[in-house]
């Protein structure tokens, strides 16, 4: 499968939600297959917190494939041969696109905490610009799950003409309490870090050692990325081999994967990003701008499937379904599927199997 990474840069302001201007500013971005001569066969996919444009195949000398691999590609569910595939790195990640860290025009220095705080809205309103360069004025799907499912709704709502299908996934229509307050350990760790000062490290000062705080935070995340029943499954209540169970730091399995896994990420993940794509999620709600949630949701034209995961501790699948019974009773074209699954939050990047076949199916209408 042909990778493409690119980078498009935009001198024209990007006119934020909060009122500020990101000007200038640069988006990264990754395509797959081929587009078609009257460029009816886009299909957008939106990454979630710590993913990428990275979304499908491997780069030369690297195996790890990209977050999305088992559901994008050749005679996949979303089918590289049949669509051209657009993937970008949302304004404020570190993997690409303008960021906290990047250089706070005309200087040289980075924003650090003078950059703006980003919104949902924001980060689809700099991909419009981008597909507007692009030539692409219209799309046959927008797909994400998680913050990419807030994306997607963001899309249907606030440019009901750019898509024919939206499909998210395991997301909501606002971020509720719950999820702040996880969010809020992250937040805070980073924060309270000695090392994060104040955001005045130095650019990757975290890629050798990683950062405390980020790692402690993202503990926090990833326990709400799964479920009770997926980690008894994964680890139950073993401990590792050569701790001792009476040494006051000796570990069960369950708290070295944690341990492994997040102290990686906070090698590969800036913390300033992190905090305002937090941001960002935390302040996601689908009416802001609208007279209600119901008059923001009737805008939609889009026909609309909407994905949830019975196990899901960090979305609830009551919050879709709400979506699904609004849009139904405007009688807009709309499914919702609750998927039975004991892996959580994260089963729309694991349990791919248990749907795909729908997003093929909705695809091929």
């Known amino acids: 499968m042909l990778i493409n990474t690119k980078i ?29 001569s009257d460029k009816s066969n886009v299909i957008v996919i939106c990454h979630a917190l710590s993913g990428s444009h990275h979304v499908a195949g491997t780069y030369p000398n690297d195996r790890k494939a990209g977050w999305w691999d088992g559901l994008i590609g050749s005679g996949k569910a979303v089918d590289t041969d049949r669509y051209f595939v657009i993937c970008t790195n949302v304004i404020g990640s570190c993997f690409g696109s303008t960021s906290p860290m990047s250089d706070y025009y005309p200087s040289h220095e980075p924003y650090r905490l003078k950059f703006p705080v980003i919104t949902i809205k924001d980060m689809i309103r700099a991909q419009k ?31 009901p003409n750019f898509a024919d299908h939206i499909i998210a996934l395991a997301t909501t229509y606002a971020t509720r309490a719950w999820t702040i307050a996880f969010n809020k350990v992250a937040i805070e760790a980073i924060r309270r870090d000695p090392r994060f000062k104040n955001g005045n490290y130095a650019p990757n000062a975290f890629k050798e050692h990683g950062m405390d705080g980020l790692a402690i935070g993202r503990i926090a995340g990833h326990i709400s990325y799964l479920s009770p029943f997926s980690m008894d499954d994964k680890f139950g209540d073993n401990y590792v081999n050569n701790d001792g169970l009476f040494e006051l730091f000796g570990r069960y399995e369950v708290e070295r994967y944690m341990e492994y896994n997040t102290t990686n990420f906070s090698k590969n993940f800036d913390p300033m990003s992190y905090l305002y794509i937090v941001k960002a999620i935390n302040t996601f709600n689908l009416s802001r701008g609208y007279d209600s949630l119901y008059d923001a949701v009737s805008r939609i034209k889009a026909d609309t499937t909407l994905i949830s995961f019975s196990s899901d501790y960090l979305f609830f699948p009551s919050e879709m379904e709400h979506i699904y019974k609004m849009m139904s009773r405007q009688r807009q074209k709309c499914s919702y599927h609750e998927i039975d699954s004991q892996y959580g939050h994260d089963a729309f990047l694991v349990e791919l199997y248990k749907f795909d076949y729908i997003i093929k199916e909705k695809l091929d209408d």
């Open 8 to 36: 498009a840069n935009f001198t024209s302001p990007l006119y934020l939600e909060s009122g500020r201007i990101l000007e200038p500013y640069q988006i990264a971005y990754e395509t797959y297959g081929k587009l078609n």
């Open 129 to 159: 610009q981008l597909f507007s360069q692009l030539g692409i004025h219209h799309v046959k799907a927008i797909i994400g799950g998680s913050m990419g499912g807030m994306q997607a709704l963001q899309f249907g709502v606030d440019y």
